[in-house]
C-alpha cells in the first residue's frame, strides 16, 4: 500500500507559479505510473498530468501543455507539478495519484490504485 500526501498549493496571481509536491510511502514508489488530477468546485475530476516509472514518458491534458510540467526522484519517493502561467481556470484541489496500471490507461481516474487528500490552488488577483 501506498500512502501521498501533497504539498505546494496555495493563492497565486494569474500569471504566477507554483509547484506542487507528492511523497510516497514505502520501497516501491518507483514501480508505480504517478499522476495529478484536479477538481473544480461543481465539475469532476479531470487528468492533468502523468509520468511513467523512470520519468521517461510524460502525458498532460492538453490545455496545461507548455505551461506546466510533471517530473519525479524516485530516490526522494516524490513526484513534482511546476505550473507556470497559472489562469482563473487552474483554480482547483489537486490530487495525487499512483497507479499500477499500464501506461495506455494513465489519464483515467479508474487507473489509479492510492490518491492523496488534495491541496487548494486557487488563481485569483
Known amino acids: 500500500q501506498v500512502q501521498l500526501v501533497e504539498s505546494g498549493g496555495g493563492l497565486v496571481q494569474p500569471g504566477g507559479s507554483l509547484r506542487l509536491s507528492c511523497v510516497g510511502s514505502?520501497?516501491?514508489?518507483?514501480?508505480?505510473?504517478m499522476g495529478w488530477f484536479r477538481q473544480a468546485p461543481g465539475k469532476e475530476r479531470e487528468f492533468v498530468a502523468a509520468?511513467?516509472?523512470?520519468?521517461?514518458?510524460?502525458s498532460y491534458l492538453d490545455s496545461v501543455k507548455g505551461r506546466f510540467t510533471i517530473s519525479r526522484d524516485n530516490g526522494k519517493n516524490t513526484v513534482y507539478l511546476q505550473m507556470y502561467s497559472l489562469k482563473s481556470e487552474d483554480t482547483a484541489v489537486y490530487y495525487c495519484?499512483?497507479?499500477?496500471?499500464?501506461?495506455?490507461?494513465?489519464?483515467?481516474?479508474?487507473?489509479?490504485?492510492?490518491w492523496g487528500q488534495g491541496t487548494q490552488v486557487t488563481v485569483s488577483s
Open positions: 509520468i511513467g516509472w523512470s520519468g521517461g514518458a510524460t
Open positions: 495519484a499512483a497507479s499500477k496500471g499500464s501506461w495506455a490507461s494513465n489519464t483515467f481516474s479508474y487507473s489509479y490504485d492510492y
Open positions: 514505502g520501497r516501491t514508489f518507483s514501480t508505480y505510473i
